[in-house]
């Protein structure tokens, strides 16, 4: 039997271990502060690295520790009171260690490489170097750091205000259904809900039992997002960079013209997904396909999956690579690794944390459906990928980019749903089945991602054009996008148009979910070299993975075959979603 519990005492077995560290890293910073001015000293700038490193790893234990305990239950004041404790450190030593990139760059970067090439124990700081003199231009002076790193706790202040309304003060409520029967909707179990009801007016009642907390507080997400995206135009501003999206690219050398051509070919080349949505309407007998209806399955799966299952279908889905990779995947779902059920108070959604040598987790809300199936075998992708880096980088090149954490992950998705296509013997509710889990793929990441993406660029050109951000700017600009995108009028849902409020990532993460899409694009084009068995195709996929974040983000995929700077990659992607729609609509008749 699995342990399906976390395993934190890896990190620390005891309160007073945690305490103790977080008081060596107030140290650490105090101390840090003291080499100011003197980094030109070779020796000194050894000793501050060194200082660094032993810094850095433990901000990293002390971070993922309290972070992770605190979304196993948000409820817990203790814990949540534990975690600001260690983010306001780190905000302290943020502005203790300003002084340094500016001293780094007065330096130069000739001096700096003959420190590296001298030293070669801070090997691993090259990349870090080599990114900062690139983007020395927006780097300021020592004493503007200063004052910027003191502001720095309330430009992610829109995250964590976002966090404390939507789920810290958020009581799941209740909602009765035409048969009589009372359920609990909360942000885990909702989709399934609506996917087990065949009665449009029981889907629309649980759609708006969930959203209509999003309606009594919009006022409140619109102030918080239009907070957020102000925080990123005073770093826009005061680093000099010419936009919000520059200023969230620039860092990790993604060209422009990636993002753009992403959202051009989506929203331009959209006819596959509105077919789609007409496809489905005919076959479940819809006269009107509302947002929501997209959790009915047009084909019944009524299996329900135990984790123990789960965990042995996707061993079985990797067998067919070398015994290497399966190392991993086993060791990514090792017990004590995984928390895998859904409770109150936890955190919602699923994530695989680690990095910096340490052993990575994955948070589940496990339901037993065959999403759920697919989510392990995602997050298990995310946490091998963080084995392999770890396995073959020095720490500090461990932490791969955004741009490229989800390859591996829908890599693996792609791998499962060939392993289950191709099984056994397949009924034709089985065939359909899978074909809508392989478009709905797509759509989930590539088109409503990048329709989110898409969101966040106007909202950042609106924000820079000084123009005012509130909860009814934020709704008009996704109900116009939806109708570009889906071809559906959200208006007619009564809720829908506050879909922006109920996404984490865009208050958390902003200018991140469009890298779901970049690297569903790449994986899905990386899977089909090596399912076609090019030679080299798996080996160079592997060394992507062990490349950790050595490397900007863009040149470690065109190493693995995929160049994003060309729209064809994205156009690849529309001709497999047309592709496998005709197949499900000849399936259906």
């Avoid at 422009?256 to 596959?272: G, K, R």
């Avoid at 720490?395 to 741009?403: A, C, E, G, P």
Wanted: with cysteine; charged share 25%.
């Amino acid at each position: 039997m699995a342990i399906t519990k976390w395993d934190l005492t890896p990190l620390y077995s005891n309160e007073e271990d945690f305490n103790k560290d977080l008081e060596s890293f107030k140290s650490l910073s105090k101390e840090a502060a003291s080499y100011e001015g003197k980094l030109s000293e070779e020796g000194k700038l050894a000793d501050y690295l060194r200082l660094d490193k032993k810094s850095t790893d433990l901000l990293v234990r002390l971070y993922y520790f309290a972070s992770m305990r605190s979304d196993l239950n948000k409820k817990d004041v203790a814990n949540a009171t534990a975690l600001s404790k260690v983010q306001l450190a780190m905000h302290e030593a943020s502005e203790a260690t300003s002084f340094f990139y500016p001293e780094i760059i007065g330096i130069g970067k000739d001096k700096i490489d003959t420190f590296l090439a001298n030293n070669p124990e801070f090997a691993e700081y090259s990349f870090i170097f080599e990114k900062l003199f690139r983007g020395q231009s927006h780097v300021l002076s020592a004493d503007k750091e200063a004052l910027l790193s003191a502001y720095s706790p309330i430009l992610g202040e829109a995250g964590k205000m976002y966090s404390a309304l939507t789920v810290a003060d958020l009581n799941p409520s209740k909602v009765t259904l035409s048969d009589g029967k009372e359920v609990v909707v909360t942000q885990s179990n909702w989709t399934s809900l609506i996917a087990k009801t065949k009665s449009p007016e029981d889907r629309q009642a649980i759609f708006e039992c969930l959203y209509e907390y999003y309606d009594k507080h919009k006022s409140t997400y619109g102030e918080i997002y239009s907070m957020g995206l102000q925080s990123q135009l005073a770093v826009k501003k005061s680093r000099g960079y010419s936009s919000i999206l520059e200023s969230h690219l620039y860092d990790n050398a993604i060209p422009e013209e990636v993002f753009h051509n992403l959202i051009e070919v989506a929203s331009t080349h959209s006819e596959p997904l509105k077919k789609y949505y007409r496809v489905r309407a005919k076959a479940l007998g819809l006269a009107k396909h509302r947002s929501y209806d997209r959790f009915l399955q047009i084909a019944k799966s009524d299996k329900k999956y135990t984790y123990e299952e789960a965990r042995e279908i996707f061993y079985k889905s990797v067998e067919r690579f070398p015994a290497y990779f399966q190392e991993k995947a086993h060791e990514a779902t090792k017990d004590g690794y995984v928390d895998v059920y859904p409770a109150e108070g936890k955190r919602t959604g699923a994530y695989s944390n680690g990095g910096n040598d340490l052993h990575p987790y994955i948070l589940l809300n496990f339901n037993g459906e065959l999403d759920d199936v697919f989510t392990l075998a995602h997050e298990a992708g995310h946490s091998g990928h963080t084995l392999f880096a770890e396995e073959s980088q020095p720490s500090l090149k461990q932490d791969y980019t955004i741009f490229v954490a989800e390859i591996a992950s829908t890599f693996n998705e792609h791998n499962l749903l060939d392993y289950l296509l191709g099984s056994g013997k397949l009924e034709k509710n089985d065939r359909i089945f899978l074909l809508q889990k392989a478009i709905d793929e797509i759509v989930g990441t590539f088109y409503r991602q990048t329709l989110f993406g898409h969101y966040e660029y106007i909202l950042a050109q609106k924000a820079e054009a000084g123009e005012p951000i509130n909860h009814e700017v934020s709704s008009s600009v996704m109900v116009d996008l939806y109708k570009q995108y889906y071809g559906i009028d959200i208006t007619e849902e009564k809720l829908k148009p506050l879909v922006w409020a109920y996404i984490p990532h865009l208050f958390y993460s902003p200018f991140y979910v469009y890298q779901y899409a970049t690297s569903f694009t790449s994986s899905m084009l990386i899977y089909e070299r090596v399912n076609k068995g090019e030679p080299g195709a798996f080996d160079s996929y592997v060394e992507l993975l062990r490349s950790g974040g050595s490397d900007f983000p863009v040149n470690q995929v065109k190493k693995a075959g995929v160049d994003l700077t060309s729209k064809e990659p994205f156009l690849a992607v529309v001709r497999r979603m047309e592709e496998l729609v005709d197949k499900l609509e000849a399936e259906l008749e």
